[in-house]
Nanobody, 126 residues
């Protein structure tokens, strides 16, 4: 069992930056691939980024060049650095853990991820 707790969300203006954190406890964190997802109001949850156990990263096209996912295996924490934020980035952001720590072409599929956090809200005003 893995427990995930997100933090770092908030309200900010367009163009600003924010760093989300996801603290993991339970099974060895370093073996898991970690993902960030988001659900905007009235929309389905979508994949944002993934980092494999070895540190390889993958991004949705909508955030590529603006967001950076990273991990600290000593602190059992995964981060999402978000720069140049836009109003369309407004969403509830979730982190998730996949016991298959590899780089995957189908990384956007929610069903790959066994564990989920409760989410942290990010609101970007124009």
């Amino acid at each position: 069992q893995v427990q995930l707790v997100e933090s770092g969300g908030g309200l900010l203006q367009a163009g600003g930056s924010l760093r989300l954190s996801c603290a993991a406890s339970g099974r060895p964190f370093s073996f898991y691939a970690m993902g960030w997802f988001r659900r905007a109001p009235g929309k389905e949850r979508e994949a944002v980024a993934r980092i494999s156990a070895s540190g390889t990263t993958q991004y949705a096209d909508s955030v590529k060049g603006r967001f950076t996912i990273s991990r600290d295996n000593v602190k059992n924490t995964v981060y999402l650095q978000m720069n140049s934020l836009k109003p369309e980035d407004t969403a509830l952001y979730y982190c998730a853990a996949d016991a298959n720590g590899a780089l995957l072409l189908g990384w956007r599929d929610e069903k790959l991820y066994e564990y989920w956090g409760q989410g942290t809200q990010v609101t970007v005003s124009s």
